[in-house]
Structures are given as structure tokens and as C-alpha cells.
């Protein structure tokens, strides 16, 4: 079962009054656009402006939302209110124009975390590429022929193109340049014609405007691909590129999911980086065998930021009674 229709089950079944069990809470999100975005429709559930606002105005009830210089000192301590931290991932340019204009108007901060290999448009992250693949494809009236063999199917439906392409790995970039060659799409000339991230002016402006910008990966893999020397190698050259343009330095989120990174990974990074504070995964409403681990809420469910929290708050006190709310790192 989806786990929206989940939810909506649990919900509606439940009547609850629980409180929020830990001291802060910090949501996620990618993008907010009312538009069409062909490089994030396939692969990221966005929500539309009004959905955006409509969450804020539900957190904004529950949480206090705080700056990072007062987050990161302050969100262990018990208060009326738990503290909240706005963030936000991949350094997409609906944050400039959308997202930014509505956090000035309520008075809430936000991190954006960005990866230098797309800054400015240079390139695109893959599952965005992806995501551009699913829209080409859907222009065409019946799957081309080769593009079965090239994606190692023997036949099927364009659903079962999809799910393939869906996943493909990091590690296997080749597949797509092949499939959008065969599929006639140049991510080169989409690049060309459509601002898809933020370049270092807009970042500059809205560090200016008061909001954090930091690390997010040099080029968004998947962690649990990568050996250890190379998760720090990724992701210690995002940092230093937020050293050399006086961004944030003192904080990291991980790109997709932290699962499957292990122990030795954040020792050998907080130690590597004595400024680094906190890292972020996106596990939900979780804590963390390496206390620096913070876990944030994933905002793109397909549920409004109400439902998703009492979901949140439901399933942390059910996996609570089984020991299976804190992630141990080995
Ligand atoms: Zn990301």
C-alpha cells in the first residue's frame, strides 16, 4: 500500500492528540513551483505554492523556527515550542524566485544545500537527467525498439521503460547519455535553454538576503555506492568549496540517504573538518547512533506537512515500544 493511503488509514483512524517526542524538528524540501518542471516532475513530488504555505503556516503553530547560529546551539533544550530548521536540498532556482520571497514574508530562515558540480548550470544530477528521459519518452508514441535491448529488457511497456530508468545508479551515468542519445534529447541544449540551479550570484544574493547556503556533495551520488575514501573525498570538496566562498562550512547534508554510511565515515569526516558541526540525513523522525547525525522529515510524500508529522509522530512511538527509532551506525 502507498504510503500516503497509509496515512490517510492511520490518521483518520486516529485520534491524536500526541505531542511531538523530541526537541526539534527539521523539514525538507526540494522545490515549490505551481509550474511543470520537466527535470524534477519525474523524480521529486514538489509541492505547489499554496501547499508550501499552507505547511509553514501548520509548522509555524507547532515549531519555532530558528536560524542555524540558534538551531545548532539550541535544538537539544527543551522548550515550549521544539525549534525548527528550514531546509532546503540541490540548490534548484524555483528557490530564489518561489521559496525565498515566502520565507522573507513569514520570517523564517532556511539552509539551501547545494552541490558544486551543478552550480550555474555546469551539468545536471543524473536522476534530474532522468527525470528529462521519462518526459522525451513520453513524447513518443510507442517505445523505439533499441532502447528495450540498451536497457536490457527483452520487451514490455513504456511503464517498465520507466521503472528501468528509474533505476539506474550513479554509477552507471553511461546508460543515460546512451538512452538520451538513442532518445534524441541533449541535456547540453536544455541546459541552454532553461535555468534549472542556482549559479554563485543567486547563491551570493541569498546569502545576502540572510540565508544559509552548505554542503550538500560535490555531485550527489549515492553514498552506500561509494567506498569510505571516496564519500569523504565528495563530500570534503563541497565543503571546502563553501570555505572558499564563505558559505556555511560548519555543516553537511547527505545527498539521497545517509543509510548504510558508517561510523568510521563520520569520524574520519568530523575529524578531517573541525568546524563541521552537524551532518543531516532524511530517515524522517529518527535519532541517530553518531549524535551529530541529525535526521530531517521529508516534505514530498504526496502528504501536507500536517498529516506527515502526526505519521511521523505515530510510527516513531510504534517503532519506539521495537528499540527501532535510533539508526546504529557500525
Ligand atoms: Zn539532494
Known amino acids: 500500500m ?26 525538507v524540501y526540494h522545490s515549490v513551483s505551481d509550474e511543470h518542471i520537466p527535470h524534477i516532475k519525474h523524480i521529486i513530488n514538489y509541492k505547489s505554492r499554496q501547499q508550501f504555505e499552507k505547511d509553514i503556516d501548520y509548522m509555524s503553530k507547532k515549531f519555532h523556527f530558528a536560524d542555524w547560529d540558534f538551531f545548532k546551539e539550541n535544538h537539544n533544550k527543551t522548550a515550549t515550542k521544539p525549534l525548527a530548521l528550514m531546509t532546503f536540498d540541490d540548490g534548484f532556482y524555483e528557490f530564489k524566485d518561489i521559496v525565498l520571497p515566502i520565507l522573507e514574508r513569514k520570517g523564517i530562515y532556511a539552509i539551501n544545500f547545494i552541490n558544486p558540480a551543478f552550480t550555474g548550470d555546469q551539468d545536471l544530477m543524473f536522476r534530474c537527467k532522468i527525470s528529462l528521459l521519462i518526459e522525451r519518452l513520453n513524447e513518443f508514441s510507442s517505445v523505439p525498439e533499441p532502447l528495450f535491448k540498451l536497457l536490457n529488457l527483452k520487451n514490455g511497456s513504456k511503464t517498465d521503460i520507466i521503472r528501468k530508468l528509474k533505476s ?11 538512452t538520451a542519445a538513442l532518445l534524441e534529447f541533449n541535456f547540453s541544449d536544455y541546459l541552454k535553454n532553461n535555468k534549472v540551479y542556482l549559479d554563485l550570484e543567486d547563491l551570493n544574493y541569498i546569502k545576502n538576503k540572510g540565508f544559509g547556503i552548505a554542503a550538500h556533495s560535490w555531485d550527489h551520488p549515492y553514498y552506500n555506492e561509494l567506498p569510505v575514501n571516496e ?26 540517504t545517509d543509510f548504510g554510511v558508517k561510523n568510521e565515515f563520520f569520524v574520519k569526516l568530523f575529524h578531517g ?58
Open 168 to 178: 539506474i545508479s550513479y554509477n552507471h551515468q553511461d546508460l543515460i547519455n546512451e
Open 273 to 330: 573538518n573541525n568546524n563541521l558541526k552537524y551532518t543531516f540525513g532524511c530517515a524522517g523522525l529518527k535519532l541517530d547512533s553518531y549524535p551529530e547525525n541529525l535526521q530531517r522529515i521529508p516534505m514530498e510524500n504526496g502528504l501536507s506537512a500536517e498529516d506527515e508529522l502526526k505519521f511521523q509522530c505515530l510510527y516513531f512511538k510504534l517503532k519506539k515500544y521495537i528499540n527501532k527509532n535510533t539508526i546504529i551506525r557500525k
Open 2 to 27: 502507498p504510503k500516503r493511503l497509509i496515512a490517510e488509514k492511520i490518521i483518520n483512524l486516529t485520534p491524536l492528540k500526541a505531542s511531538y517526542p523530541l526537541n526539534y524538528m527539521i523539514p
Open 231 to 256: 564519500q569523504i573525498k565528495n563530500t570534503t570538496l563541497s565543503i571546502e568549496y563553501m570555505k572558499e566562498n564563505n558559505f556555511l562550512d560548519d555543516t553537511f547534508a547527505f545527498p539521497f
